[in-house]
């Protein structure tokens, strides 16, 4: 049972355009959500979180939105540069025993900034 | 940096030997995870600790375990290693609300 779904496994979107990428979770006890960017042979690095309270959060070109009834959401990268070129993963979790915030993640997307 | 390294980067072994990868982080920060990554399934949780000598499941805990003797250090074994846990591994941290990773481990188990 996949929890956190990316059903993109791919995108591809321009230079200085926008990426938008969505994730769906089934879990409504899941209440703070992530993403990830990863590129190969490296380690996922921390993009931007959001909790449940808020239904969205921006840091610079990145900003998470956040639809609780919908249990959907998604990154607006704006705008896309090469650089983004990596997987994304979004990931959730929710209250967990001693307090160590047991990560769910989705599979992945592929973005790739085309010049 | 999270001041995280794992050791080894790289190790090939044959099915029914024991492996031991480790993590060790230099910022004494209380929870550390260990994840394997394999395609179609993006990240999942095998073992977590949140304290010296505290650890318990996560997601795909069977045919792991691990200790955790002091607060650097974050250990995990295979102790008889089959095919099915060739995979990337990686090592947690939490901090600031948010974990990070450290650069991973790439096992291929023969």
């Known amino acids: 049972d996949q929890q956190v779904k990316q059903n993109s496994p791919s995108l591809s979107v321009q230079e200085g355009r926008i990426s938008i990428l969505n994730c769906d979770y089934t879990n409504s006890m899941f209440d703070y959500f992530l993403w990830y960017k990863k590129y190969p042979a490296e380690g996922p690095t921390f993009l931007i979180s959001i909790s449940s309270i808020k239904d969205k959060n921006e840091d610079g070109r990145f900003t998470v939105f956040l639809n609780k009834s919908a249990k959907h959401l998604s990154l607006h990268i704006v705008p896309s540069q090469p650089g983004d070129s990596a997987v994304y993963f979004c990931?959730?979790?929710?209250?967990?025993?001693?307090?160590?915030?047991?990560?769910?993640f989705g599979q992945g997307t592929r973005l790739t900034i085309n010049p | 940096d999270a001041g995280i390294t794992q050791s080894p980067r790289h190790k090939v072994t044959e099915t029914g030997t024991p492996v031991t990868l480790r993590c060790h982080q230099t910022e004494n920060h209380r929870y550390m995870y260990w994840y394997r990554q394999d395609p179609g399934h993006g990240l999942r949780l095998i073992h977590y600790?949140?304290?010296?000598?505290?650890?318990d499941k996560g997601e795909v805990s069977d045919g792991y375990s691990v200790s955790r003797s002091k607060t650097e250090d974050f250990l995990l074994t295979l102790e008889s290693a089959t095919s099915s846990q060739t995979s990337v591994y990686f090592c947690a941290i939490r901090a600031s609300g948010e974990q990070f990773f450290g650069p991973g481990t790439r096992l291929t188990v023969l």
């Open positions: 990931a959730a979790s929710g209250l967990s025993i001693q307090g160590a915030q047991k990560l769910v």
């Open positions: 600790s949140y304290g010296v000598k505290d650890t």
